[in-house]
Structure formats: structure tokens, C-alpha cells
């Protein structure tokens, strides 16, 4: 019984319980703003202004980024991002629209990159507002 006993909570402290994971999938959701800036002068690329709503998908470690940009103080929107939340890493990743997207998750923070056609497209920075 005690060997029983002891391993229930050492499986307790080792896997992350529903409340934890809970947590972290609220932070996620909501309202990003910040910028994105891009790495490749000289191309249809320029620096932008944007607004990203993050929302998840139920049952799933899949979460939608709906990314808009400001231009003239008015948000245009630009697409939806699938990304796979990485929980070892703190990051949700993408492949959408032929480039591979990754947002790195720390604080208030998420910090991003674009690559496209194996270049360094975007460098993304984001803050929580909502």
C-alpha cells in the first residue's frame, strides 16, 4: 500500500494536472499587440503595426492566431495562423502559409519568427492586452 501510495504522488508532481494546463491555455487566449518587422530588404515585405487575437480549438493543443495588421489606425485583416502548442517548450508552432511560424511564450511576451523559403522573414513581438 505505501509503495502505491508513494508512487500516486510522484505522478501527481511529475505530470502537469488539468488545472495547470488550464492556466496556461487562458493566458494564452485573448488579445496580442505589438510588431512585426521584417528581415528581408528590398522585398514586398514591410514593417508593420499588428493586432493578434489568439483562440484555442476545443480539445486540442491546436490554437488559431487571427493576425491583423494596422494600417491608417484601422486593423486589415491578413489570415488565420494554426498553431501547435509546444508545452516542453513554452511555444506554439506553425507552417502556415509556406513559411514556419514560432512564438515564443515567456511572461507577458510573446516573441516570434517568421521563416520563409529557409530566410528569416519576421521578427514578431507581442504583448498581452487582453
Not at 501510495?5 to 502537469?16: D, G, K, L, R, T
Amino acid at each position: 500500500m505505501k509503495t502505491f501510495i508513494v508512487a500516486f504522488f510522484i505522478f501527481i508532481a511529475v505530470y502537469p494536472t488539468n488545472a495547470q494546463k488550464a492556466t496556461t491555455d487562458s493566458f494564452l487566449l485573448g488579445i496580442w499587440k505589438g510588431t512585426s518587422l521584417c528581415q528581408v530588404h528590398n522585398s514586398p515585405c514591410r514593417d508593420e503595426s499588428v493586432v493578434y487575437y489568439i483562440s484555442k480549438v476545443q480539445g486540442t493543443d491546436t490554437f488559431n492566431i487571427a493576425a491583423n495588421k494596422i494600417v491608417n489606425g484601422q486593423e486589415e485583416e491578413m489570415g488565420v495562423i494554426g498553431c501547435k502548442w509546444d508545452r516542453g517548450n513554452n511555444r506554439l508552432r506553425s507552417t502556415s502559409f509556406n513559411g514556419l511560424w514560432t512564438f515564443n511564450f515567456k511572461n507577458n511576451n510573446l516573441d516570434g519568427t517568421l521563416y520563409y523559403k529557409g530566410n528569416l522573414y519576421r521578427i514578431i513581438k507581442l504583448t498581452k492586452q487582453k
